[in-house]
């Protein structure tokens, strides 16, 4: 275990369906980030939060809305999803705000989405 | 943009021998960080070992060492005795080491390769 958990574990939704991913981290970090992982595909990095800020949006679909209540909480609200985005949604935590470090990420397990 | 190339989908080996996986990347930056990250089937994504592009000297993290030839922006990872605990997914990472803009914080990944631990 990384001390990132993430619920819940698996998810099958309808298109008209909403629904929310949950990531807690539980080491204290600073930084939070929801990637993307597609089959055949590099990881994608969807949203990155700081001190509970949002500092990047990666171009993602507004079907995809974040929200950082604390820095140990990280939702992903979905809502009219298309076939195209399941997949693997990870969160990920890092201790540092910057850029500037070793700072390492570390992931959790991971939502299996799938959108019918 | 960086971009970070695993040019081996999938590789195999013997319990016991030694593996090496490729990666290439592709940069502007002379200050970044480079990461092999491990993702066993249906678990959880975890960190192997990592670099500093200003430190020449290679890391080692038990039997994982990495070739990190920053002319050639090349950073493989290399397995030795490899176990069937080392079966699984390897992702080759970037990061920039500048903070701020559109790099924060930001890992760029390779497309993954699959490892094989054959008994």
């Known amino acids: 275990e990384t001390g990132v958990t993430q619920t819940p574990r698996h998810l099958v939704m309808g298109m008209t369906n909403k629904k929310s991913l949950k990531c807690e981290q539980h080491l204290g970090h600073n930084a939070m980030y929801w990637y993307k992982q597609s089959a055949k595909k590099p990881l994608e990095l969807m949203f990155v939060?700081?001190?509970?800020?949002?500092?990047e949006n990666n171009s993602v679909p507004s079907r995809f809305s974040p929200e950082c209540p604390n820095s140990s909480h990280l939702f992903l609200h979905l809502h009219t999803l298309q076939p195209e985005d399941s997949a693997l949604y990870l969160c990920?935590?890092?201790?540092?705000?910057?850029?500037?470090?070793?700072?390492?990420?570390?992931f959790g397990p991971g939502t299996r989405l799938t959108v019918l | 943009a960086q971009t970070v190339t695993q040019s081996q989908p999938e590789m195999s080996v013997q319990e016991a021998e030694t593996v090496t996986l490729s990666c290439t990347y592709d940069?502007?930056?002379?200050?970044?960080?480079l990461f092999w990250y491990k993702q066993p089937p249906s678990r959880q994504m975890i960190l192997v070992i990592r670099?500093?592009?200003?430190?020449?000297q290679n890391a080692t993290e038990n039997r994982f060492s990495v070739n990190f030839q920053k002319a050639a922006k090349s950073f493989s990872l290399k397995i030795s005795d490899s176990q069937l605990g080392d079966a699984a997914m390897y992702f080759c990472?970037?990061?920039?080491?500048?903070?701020?803009?559109?790099?924060?914080?930001?890992?760029?990944f390779g497309q993954g390769t699959i490892l094989t631990v054959h008994p």
């Open positions: 990920a935590s890092s201790l540092a705000p910057l850029a500037r470090s070793t700072d390492t990420q570390y």
């Open positions: 940069t502007s930056e002379s200050d970044y960080y």
């Open positions: 990472a970037y990061r920039s080491a500048h903070a701020g803009g559109t790099s924060y914080g930001k890992l760029t």
């Open positions: 670099q500093e592009a200003y430190k020449q």
């Open positions: 939060y700081s001190l509970e800020e949002r500092v």
